[in-house]
Nanobody
Framework: QLRLVESGGDLVQPGGSLRLACAASGFTLDDYAIGWFRQAPGKQRERVSCISSTGIGINYVDSVKGRFTISRDNAKKTVYLQMNSLKPEDSAVYYC??????????????????????WGQGTQVTVSS
């Protein structure tokens, strides 16, 4: 059975840190780019960060640049999202998704895959004092 399972969500104070994990089972993670998305109550789902299958291509949305770091360990079939200097506006359910789209670059920047094949169920991140 093909699955992505997120973990690591929690309640944290502003300025704190969390590390989310996205674990894959039932398929070879090496073949897939992984994207992290988030959705806050009453808002549309938004992109956060993505990483190519090799880990060479990485992309962050402007709101998390310098605070979040995405990485992957294909041997462990896991992708991580290290989140530092968390803000209340980072509160959301965070989802990871896998894409088989081949990597592409635009003027050196890794381009977000245009479709994702598998999605996890999400993990809640709440940033509040």
């Amino acid at each position: 059975q093909l699955r992505l399972v997120e973990s690591g969500g929690d309640l944290v104070q502003p300025g704190g840190s969390l590390r989310l994990a996205c674990a894959a089972s039932g398929f070879t993670l090496d073949d897939y780019a992984i994207g992290w998305f988030r959705q806050a109550p009453g808002k549309q789902r938004e992109r956060v960060s993505c990483i190519s299958s090799t880990g060479i291509g990485i992309n962050y949305v402007d709101s998390v640049k310098g605070r979040f770091t995405i990485s992957r360990d294909n041997a462990k079939k896991t992708v991580y999202l290290q989140m530092n200097s968390l803000k209340p506006e980072d509160s959301a359910v965070y989802y990871c998704a896998a894409s088989s789209t081949l990597p592409s670059y635009d003027r050196g920047d890794y381009v977000w895959p245009d479709s994702f094949d598998y999605w996890g169920q999400g993990t809640q991140v709440t940033v509040s004092s």
